[in-house]
């Protein structure tokens, strides 16, 4: 998690911090006695800014959406921040047990599409989405009635009084369809008896589990991973998907009953899961014996809530990593490049510790130069020599 070390400096270090909760909360007006704003700052947070809760949860690893909603406040809106926040409390938590692998196929979807087939099993549903809006401020929702606007539209929708539509089935990923066709190429390794915990054991390069893979890009930081798929997509890389199925809803959490020793319904946390059909060259190969035909890959992506230009991104990031060479592929191919600077609390405490002191590293620097120059002086004075002539006889 990055490092600060520093030392002196406590009256300074403390007024800094007096400092900022001065500015912080320069800009309320409140009463004393009124209710705490910070409280209501977090609810309004968790109402009208549910991605920057999303994403907070996804690179913090913990889903406590409250949480995030105050690290967004403690951290001033600074993202990036307010997940370093909230994965230092995650790890002084105690872990009270483990649950089961989540089954998307029990998913209450909530959105759904796949840009690889025109018809799908159970239909396709666009939801709640952003695509196909005109990305132009709108002035108007200064003046907007979010009660009044969210009745109108519950209204639009066919919902009913307490806002609630027909629930969608349960409906069966895209991807298993095509496995059952047997149209899909089987992953390298074998399947782990246990997955990997990266926040227990270190990955080990160059080639960690898949499971470890998985989890470090879950947790990286929203734009490294976008960034890094873009540049797949622009020819720095293998991969450019279809999406064979991206979804969006709410997936049941389960785990054992200690006493009763069978699994219980503990609740639902929401999901967007990615499933992208990789192209490029070396990713539809023959597996096996020429008999088994041609195979997709496929690459795999998931973030809690509703991430889906994030989850795109570890779609295809895993699809590259899964079958890319390092070697003759760009940087989306690099396992260990990938894995180890998409980490954005990672990346932050290290950039940020280049604002603490460095005065001995950088005397020893002035030093060393100091030190070089004298000595390329001396050099230079010793091998000027000035030119011996011969005295001239008289007559010459």
């Known amino acids: 998690m990055g490092y600060t070390v520093v030392r002196g400096g406590t009256r300074a270090m403390l007024a800094a911090e007096e400092m900022l909760d001065a500015v912080r909360l320069g800009a309320f007006r409140a009463a004393p006695e009124a209710a705490p704003e910070v409280a209501q700052q977090v609810e309004m947070i968790l109402s009208a800014q549910r991605h920057a809760v999303d994403r907070v949860m996804c690179e913090a690893g913990l889903y406590a959406p409250r949480l995030a909603a105050l690290a967004i406040v403690?951290?001033?809106?600074?993202?990036?921040?307010?997940?370093?926040?909230?994965?230092?409390?995650?790890?002084?938590?105690?872990?009270?047990?483990?649950?089961?692998?989540?089954?998307?196929?029990?998913?209450?979807?909530?959105?759904?599409?796949?840009?690889?087939?025109?018809?799908?099993?159970?239909?396709?549903?666009?939801?709640?989405?952003?695509?196909?809006?005109?990305?132009?401020?709108?002035?108007?929702?200064?003046?907007?009635?979010?009660?009044?606007?969210r009745a109108e539209a519950l209204?639009?929708?066919?919902?009913d009084g307490a806002g609630q539509t027909a629930p969608l089935p349960a409906m069966l990923r895209v991807v298993e369809v095509l496995r059952e066709a047997g149209l899909v190429k089987q992953p390298a390794e074998a399947p782990e008896a246990e997955p990997a915990d990266i926040t227990m054991a270190p990955m080990r390069f160059p080639r960690p589990a898949r499971s470890a893979r998985l989890q470090a890009l879950a947790r990286g930081e929203s734009g490294m991973l976008?960034?890094?798929?873009?540049?797949?997509?622009?020819?720095?890389?293998?991969?450019?998907?279809?999406?064979?199925?991206?979804?969006?809803?709410?997936?049941?959490?389960?785990?054992?009953?200690?006493i009763w020793d069978f699994d219980v319904d503990i609740g639902e946390v929401p999901v967007t899961q990615v499933d992208a059909i990789i192209s490029g060259v070396g990713t539809i190969s023959t597996s096996g014996d020429d008999e088994d035909g041609l195979r997709l890959a496929l690459g795999f992506g998931a973030a809690l809530g509703q991430q889906e230009e994030r989850a795109i991104a570890m779609s295809i990031l895993d699809g590259c990593l899964e079958e890319g060479d390092a070697e003759e592929g760009g940087p989306s191919d690099d396992t260990e490049f990938v894995l180890y600077h998409c980490d954005g609390?990672?990346?932050?405490?290290?950039?940020?510790?280049?604002?603490?002191?460095?005065?001995?590293?950088?005397?020893?620097?002035?030093?060393?130069?100091?030190?070089?120059?004298?000595?390329?002086r001396n050099a230079v004075g010793d091998t000027v020599a000035t030119p011996e002539t011969e005295p001239m006889e008289a007559g010459e």
Not at 229 to 252: D, F, I, K, N
Not at 355 to 361: Q, R, T
Not at 364 to 375: E, K
């Open 74 to 149: 403690q951290s001033e809106g600074d993202v990036i921040h307010a997940s370093f926040v909230l994965r230092a409390l995650r790890v002084s938590l105690p872990r009270r047990g483990t649950a089961e692998p989540l089954d998307m196929d029990r998913m209450r979807v909530l959105r759904r599409l796949s840009s690889a087939f025109k018809s799908v099993p159970g239909g396709q549903f666009l939801g709640p989405t952003r695509d196909y809006t005109l990305h132009f401020l709108r002035h108007d929702l200064l003046r907007e009635v979010p009660q009044t606007r």
């Open 155 to 159: 209204a639009a929708l066919g919902a």
């Open 226 to 258: 976008i960034g890094l798929a873009y540049s797949s997509l622009r020819g720095y890389g293998h991969s450019h998907p279809t999406l064979g199925e991206l979804r969006v809803g709410h997936v049941p959490v389960r785990l054992s009953h200690p």
């Open 345 to 376: 609390v990672e990346s932050l405490g290290f950039v940020e510790h280049l604002k603490k002191p460095h005065y001995m590293l950088f005397a020893s620097v002035m030093d060393r130069m100091s030190a070089a120059n004298a000595t390329r």
